[in-house]
């Protein structure tokens, strides 16, 4: 990493605050250049506290921005940090009028040209694309990071219709402890505790609205800019990684987007910007590459940004499995128009006799972390055990030149299936010589929604039915000598959850089954794609604290033989405990659990508990949040436990307990 200390301008940073119509006032940081010319401005946009959640990532972006003629700024969600009014739903429509009043403030002010740009990974990404929705004139570009077009089927909430146990329970219990967090009194101001009290009261936990929504209703449509692709008018640089599960949002952007204005680029990477070189890299120049493309989109440049391919994807090269990668080897390859004509999808006939597959509830233990950040336990481990579990057909590959797929492989399997509900798991998975078996990509079918994520139909019993579904996209070369193996199992636990009756499985007749592979055969725009080294401005000064305790594993699978019993307990390794310049002093401490009884699907049950102090010494500020999260399920629906007890010092200022059943209907 190259720490970049000189720049084309000097620069400054001041905190304001943006007023909004309503007369609530977003707390925001601006790093400008210091210049009597007007330049563009950027926009990050986030609830995760500007003063101390993202300080450390923030100073490592928006000055180098600056530096190079840019205002940036990072403005903090309604709710949320120093902002006035309360928390709501993540990218309601109160969030996304407030971002174009933001958009439209920026734009206003003396020392801006008029012309905006948004960037952000996940949240921001997310709002990025949303607000570009909704067509503010000044916004102009957007770089959308790890985000999603589908906030149904392609976020944390829903994979292939079916609930997400593990990343909707953590998402939701994350939002709870991180509204529940105060104001900061350095920067809030006086204020800081009753705006703290009134905020606690409006929340409430975001669990009993993702599941309240089990099929893709206008609860989910909203937001999902897939509904129109027309509706973006800003140009669209969209950027993912294939160890991100928000990837494939990529590839419709640059099918659906016109082609004038909408690049992709896929990395390696996992949920992260990538020039930060976190597993698994090669890092990238990244903040030099969006440079580019502000340049080109918000001053006018022709620097030959949108001579790029349309498409600029890394094939991996085969690799034994692990769970974490410093770096995969691969290379870059480029394609001028999505679908490319250098993809090819070829069918593979699954052989043998039917099979019946009634998977044990705890097959998923192995799948990885649903949401990789680059820690040393993400990734999924050799999949052998999981495949033991699933019915498994192979396709060798034959010697020569290595099979490369660049895309999303989808399955058509013919099921029969007594029971009304059940679901499909497909791994693709490349297996070396020596019989590891590393896990490529994977997609999942709630049975109940083969005919429409908007819908729940049940299976007749008895009934054989062909159904048909996509699995992640990847880039991925099958070396000679390997066997490409398909993994179907019926469970896939704690990614999904499972329904009552699930556990008699299906019975799968491959005669006619198919596996349906994007093959790719080189093109004229592979070559001469090269990034910069990663570069950023100087990091600010915090101080991480180790404790005497000692660490916790990150994935820790614990099974109680005699009962049956199979415990994934995750440390999901947030922030641990650090000292910021400004002397806050701040730690936090997470831990999920999901457990499952190996034949039981009305077993399941997942809990999380978040501890969070925010202390300053100095001020005699000392605050703590505490929050507790448990999903479990009987044959009616799922029955949820949240609770919230804040302190400020020894006082005990706010504690609530919220007990909810919501019907399954579907998921």
Known sequence: MIIRTDFPYATTREDVRIPLSDGVELYARIWRPVTDEPVPALLEYLPYRLTDGTAPRDWRRHPWYAG???ASVRVDVRGHGCSGGDPGDEYDARELADGVAVVEWLAARPWCTGAVGMFGISWGGFNSLQIAALAPEALKAVVTVCSTDDRYDNDVHYMGGSVLAVDMHARASTMLAFASRPPDPLYAGEGWRERWLARLEAVEPLIHTWLGHQTRDDYWRHGSVCEDYSAIGA????????????RDTVLRLVEHLPAGRVRGLIGPWSHQYPDRGLPPGPAIGFLQETLRWWDHWLRGEDNGVMDEPLLRSWISESHPPATVYERLEGRWVGDTAWPSPSVVPVSYGLQGPPVAVASPQHTGLDAGRFLPFGNDADLPPDQREEDAKSAC???????????EI?????????LRMDVP???????????APDGSSTLVTRGVLNLSSRRGRDRAAPWPAGATEDVTFELNG??????????????????????IWPRAGSEAGWTLDPAGSTLELPLRTPGPADHGIVFEAPEQSEPLRVVYTDTLEEPR???????????????????????????????LEFSEDAVEVYEIDSSDPLSARTRSDWRIRLHRPDLGWDTRVETRSEIRCDEGGFLTSNEVVCRDGDEVVFHRTWERRLPRAAG
Not at 235 to 246: F, K, Q
Not at 396 to 402: F, L, N, S, T
Not at 556 to 580: C, F, I, K, M, S
């Open 235 to 246: 140009a669209v640089l969209a950027v993912g990684g294939w160890h991100d599960p928000h």
């Open 393 to 403: 057909f192979e396709f060798p590959v034959a010697p020569g030149e290595p099979v």
């Open 553 to 583: 594993p990150e994935r820790l699978v614990v099974r109680d033989v005699a009962a049956g019993t199979w415990r994934l307990e995750v440390d999901p390794r947030h922030g641990g405990t650090r000292v910021y310049p400004d002397g």
């Open 406 to 414: 660049l895309g999303r492989p989808s399955v058509t399997l013919r």
């Open 68 to 70: 190079h003629g840019y």
């Open 421 to 431: 509900y059940g679901q499909v798991i497909a791994r693709l998975c490349d297996v």
């Open 474 to 495: 990847i880039g991925h070369a099958f070396p000679p000598g390997h066997r490409i193996r398909l993994a179907v199992s019926s469970a896939y636990w704690p990614w």
